[in-house]
């Protein structure tokens, strides 16, 4: 009894760094102490559950453990250590998919010791399809952040095949619990089943959708997780899934909206197709683009009195984000207001502008979200978007045949000068044209980012 007591007061302190790691979470100023936090009630909850256990344990279970920990923790240890910041959306789409392809292992390991249990089984092949579909959804997202399948692959009705399977997944699930059959092979057909729906489902998603992609999927590995709690009685357990559950489906209602995108239409319909035919402005945008060059930009940065800095992938790509922090430290020493846009899916994950920037230990405080940022622009000077594309694209205001009509964007088109530093005019992920391009106000900068931004900050420098 006093194991028992033990190992459940663990299990509650635990509970409760998940609650403030995850409150501490969101806000960038104390996302880093709440990681920590959390991250040690999971170490704790570990340690609880392998040294209080009560049953009869050989000792080569404890030993193979210790290993698997050991190699788990090194791995770990190391590819974090060592990823670039362009690579943390595919770092957490894999980390993901390990969390779901372990909910699912579970459910394979422990369907035969609940036969004759109808709810224990449904908890199981719940957790089998989820965490299944979890983890091959989250391997096709980290081949498609990569660039390894760099385009979307659709079969010919896609969205009506992808939704007859997901209904044969459940048919075939129900039909195991209403046979109370203990067959091994009906369990692996589900769980490969499973696994090929996950492909299915992620492989038609374009490279724009990925933010949603990624919220989605983790909500999916919560809930697998919290399956298992449930199948074990782990209140731990059952507390982390739904935890996490709970937050990546809030994060992918955010998501959706940001995205002009309604979760209906994520699970069961046109997702990453909205079917535009091409027909409207997007695809033939009339006027001329105006080109200028580091000299220019830095005599207008220099004489104007608030500066707005819009990033976008493309700074990830060419790791400015130090350059870009310099060149707003550079702007304040001459007394010029300095803020970042940061709009909701600017990246390639939810925050991705924000965990990049926090690299540079950028002033918490001057990253302005969509929404309080946006009746600002009209009193900026100058904008200055770096590597974003779609998410300041004026056709989501004015072209109703575009596939971004509707999405929220940063109204950078109101403010009274604005600069746009990419590589080329190649579209983003939308593959639309960009009316802001075009418009009387904007001049393009061409040119690798960091390079480009290390050009003015010398310009800069080198005035009186």
């Known amino acids: 009894m006093e194991y028992i007591f033990s190992l459940e007061f663990i299990y509650l302190i635990a509970s409760i760094t998940y609650i403030i790691g995850l409150k501490k979470l969101g806000h960038p100023e104390t996302a880093r102490s709440g990681n920590l936090i959390a991250a040690a009630g999971m170490t704790i909850a570990i340690l609880g559950t392998i040294f209080l256990y009560q049953g009869e344990v050989p000792t080569f279970i404890y030993t193979l453990i210790g290993v698997a920990i050991l190699i788990g923790t090194i791995i770990g240890w190391m590819v974090a250590k060592k990823v670039a910041m362009t690579k943390m959306p595919e770092l957490v789409s894999m980390f993901n998919g390990m969390g779901g392809a372990s909910a699912a292992l579970i459910g394979l390991i422990e369907f035969g010791h609940y036969t004759g249990n109808s709810l224990s089984i449904m908890t199981i092949l719940g957790g089998v399809i989820i965490g299944s579909v979890s983890f091959s959804g989250s391997m096709i997202?980290?081949?498609?952040?990569?660039?390894?399948?760099?385009?979307?692959?659709?079969?010919?009705?896609y969205n009506l095949l992808n939704n007859l399977f997901l209904l044969a997944l459940f048919a075939f699930s129900a039909y195991i619990v209403w046979s109370g059959s203990s067959s091994q092979l009906l369990l692996y057909v589900l769980f490969f089943g499973a696994l090929t729906y996950g492909i299915l489902f992620v492989?038609?998603?374009?490279?724009?959708?990925?933010?949603?992609?990624?919220?989605?999927?983790?909500?999916?590995?919560?809930?697998?997780?919290?399956?298992?709690?449930?199948?074990?009685?782990?209140?731990?357990?059952?507390?982390?899934?739904?935890?996490?559950?709970?937050?990546?489906?809030?994060?992918?209602?955010?998501?959706?909206?940001a995205m002009n995108r309604p979760l209906s239409n994520v699970i069961f319909g046109g997702f990453g197709d909205k079917g535009y035919d091409g027909s409207g402005s997007s695809s033939g945008i009339q006027g001329d683009i105006k080109k200028t060059t580091v000299s220019d930009v830095a005599i207008l940065m220099n004489y104007s009195q608030k500066v707005i800095i819009v990033p976008g992938y493309g700074l990830a790509v060419a790791q400015a984000q130090h350059a870009i922090h310099e060149l707003e430290q550079l702007l304040e020493k001459r007394g010029i207001d300095?803020?970042?846009?940061?709009?909701?899916?600017?990246?390639?994950?939810?925050?991705?502008?924000?965990?990049?920037?926090?690299?540079?230990?950028?002033?918490?405080?001057?990253?302005?979200?969509?929404?309080?940022?946006?009746?600002?622009?009209?009193?900026?000077?100058v904008v200055f978007v770096v590597g974003a594309n779609d998410v300041v694209n004026p056709a989501a205001h004015n072209d109703p045949k575009s596939p971004i009509y509707g999405m929220p964007i940063l109204d950078v088109e109101n403010a009274k000068q604005i600069i746009v530093n990419k590589r080329s005019m190649k579209p983003g992920y939308a593959g639309i044209e960009n009316e802001l391009f075009f418009n009387q106000k904007t001049s393009m900068l061409f040119g690798d980012a960091k390079g480009v931004i290390q050009s003015l900050i010398t310009e800069l420098k080198g005035m009186s």
């Open 141 to 157: 997202a980290w081949a498609k952040l990569n660039g390894t399948l760099s385009k979307p692959l659709r079969l010919p009705k």
């Open 338 to 381: 300095v803020k970042y846009a940061i709009h909701p899916v600017a990246g390639r994950m939810p925050g991705h502008m924000n965990v990049l920037l926090a690299e540079t230990n950028v002033e918490y405080d001057k990253l302005a979200e969509m929404e309080d940022v946006n009746p600002e622009f009209q009193n900026t000077d």
């Open 203 to 257: 492989l038609p998603i374009g490279g724009a959708d990925m933010p949603v992609v990624i919220s989605l999927l983790n909500s999916f590995t919560g809930l697998a997780a919290a399956l298992g709690g449930f199948l074990y009685g782990n209140m731990v357990m059952l507390t982390g899934g739904i935890l996490v559950g709970s937050a990546g489906t809030i994060l992918t209602f955010a998501m959706c909206h």
